[in-house]
């Protein structure tokens, strides 16, 4: 079987593309691209497709005016439409702070994109090979790459509503090289692969040969590991998905989760559970390292404390309240340390008693009642309190804690620190700016709703008219 009836066969075995397709080639002017492009061409026909050449010109070496004229002959001898750029990445590099690199290959990607969108393609056909997969898994390996890492490249992936698909992978380049002298397909050679200031350079001029004389097969035994790692990957991915959406609840700026059956998961669907939720949050959560993973699984697992919290990256910041796992993404954040300087505070005249205050999360209602003999204005659980009116000092006031705060604690000698109060009771540390309480007009604390009352304005019988507050969590 021909290498071209290969790449065939592969492709649609593995999806790559349907009939009537449009499919946008990227074309760098070597060997493999140049394969690929012939390739495509001389399936077009009998799979119905739609072949654009693309190149771009980065004009970071001097052969490459030439390499853009090579392909655009070759593309105009084989009838296929040639779409073309030149890069101008100073600014751009300066602007993004990145390196030469990085910057040619957004730019490129970006050139890509904009000529599918203009063909109406399904997809963008890419030129990496076997050698190329294998090159990469070991650059992964050094690195320190999990499972996910080592899966290397696909051949399919989606990416703005166009799939990447690479025909190729699983072809190494002496067998494109060797395609391309067949059928006289031309193609240039790039001089900067000779060059070992780059990375991959130096793992395919040096490393790979050194460890190939342990084990002649490197090469490909590299790339199986990448087709199982992917495989695996893929399972516990899709194991991860299913978890993910029966466990953890998502707002748009938030995913929580209980840590109980956190922990009742293995621990690699714990990490892979992290990173989805981060995913969930930001599109810009992969440079969030290995370390910053494990001490979020590990608060989770109650190793940190009932309360936790760290800036996960991204503009995440991950907490952990009493067996609740929270990701706050920072734009949506409320939480403690997050509330404006002033708080809130809301003044409660007598004159004007009857209605509702709403603070965040909380509604309260105060309405003032003659003294009943058949009791309907005294609480009947610790979301109301029951006040003699008269024995008030007005106005009184709605607001969120200060830092020393105290109470009379009803019950008990001497008084009691809101803060310890909360810790006491569970309250998350979210919640604790945004926590409502009452005060009289000489700043004593009333009530703490849902907690605890004072000693002060006691509710009992000779008293004329009493004011009853109820509240209520939003």
């Known amino acids: 079987m021909g290498i071209h009836t290969e790449m065939v066969k592969e492709s649609l ?3 790559l593309w349907r009939e009537g397709d449009s499919i946008v080639v990227a074309v760098s002017g070597g060997p493999d691209s140049m ?3 012939h390739m495509l061409h001389r399936a077009s026909s009998a799979c119905g497709l739609q072949i654009v050449a693309a190149h771009v010109n980065h004009g970071f070496r001097e052969e490459s005016a030439a390499e853009l004229k090579v392909v655009r002959a070759y593309a105009a001898q084989l009838g296929v439409p040639c779409e073309t750029a030149e890069l101008e990445l100073r600014e751009y590099i300066a602007d ?36 190329d997969q294998a090159e990469t898994v070991m650059m992964r390996i050094i690195r320190g790459a999990g499972l996910t890492g080592l899966a290397a490249m696909s051949m399919k992936r989606k990416e703005k509503n166009v799939e990447l698909i690479r025909p190729l992978l699983r072809m190494y380049k002496s067998d494109l ?5 067949d059928n006289a397909v031309p193609y240039c050679t790039d001089s ?37 790692a992917g495989e695996e990957d893929d399972w ?14 998502c707002r748009e700026a938030e995913c929580r989760l209980n840590s109980k059956a956190f922990e009742r998961l293995h ?17 810009d959560t992969d440079h969030i390292s290995f370390d910053s993973v494990e001490k979020m699984r ?12 760290m800036d996960a990256g991204a503009g995440i910041r991950c907490m952990l309240e009493y067996g609740t796992m929270r990701w706050i993404r920072e734009d949506g954040y409320c939480g403690e340390q997050r509330t404006s300087e002033e708080g809130f505070s809301f003044v409660i005249d007598r004159a004007d008693i009857e209605g509702v205050v709403r603070t965040p999360g909380w509604r309260l209602s105060f309405t003032l009642k003659p003294m009943s003999s058949d009791g309907s204005c005294m609480p009947k659980s610790r979301h109301e309190a029951c006040f003699d009116a008269d024995c008030l000092a007005w106005p009184l006031q709605v607001r969120n804690r200060k830092q020393g705060d105290r109470i009379q604690v009803l019950g008990l000698n001497g008084s009691k620190k809101v803060q310890d109060m909360f810790v006491d009771e569970k309250i998350p540390p979210s919640e604790r700016e945004r926590y409502p309480l009452l005060t009289d007009a000489e700043d004593a604390l009333l009530w703490v709703p849902g907690i605890r009352r004072s000693g002060l304005a006691l509710a009992q019988s000779g008293m004329k008219l009493a004011l009853f507050v109820a509240a209520d969590k939003e």
């Open 192 to 228: 900067s692969n000779a060059e070992r200031y780059y990375f991959r350079n130096t793992v395919r001029l040096d490393i790979l040969p050194f460890l190939t004389a342990y084990n002649p097969q490197l090469s490909q035994s590299l790339v199986r590991l990448a087709d199982v």
């Open 236 to 249: 516990m991915e899709s194991q991860a998905k299913k978890w993910f959406q029966s466990h953890v609840q």
């Open 35 to 37: 394969a690929l492009l």
């Open 298 to 309: 590990h608060a989770a697992l109650g190793e940190a404390g009932s309360t936790w919290r």
């Open 177 to 181: 090289i060797a395609y391309c002298e």
């Open 96 to 131: 993004n702070r990145l390196n030469l690199q990085a910057a040619a290959r957004e730019k490129r990607y970006q050139f890509l994109h904009e000529t599918a969108s203009r063909h109406d393609a399904a997809c963008i056909a890419l030129a990496h090979h076997a050698d």
């Open 13 to 15: 075995r593995n999806g």
């Open 267 to 283: 621990v690699a669907l714990q990490r892979r559970m992290i990173k989805l939720i981060l995913r969930y949050l930001s599109p």
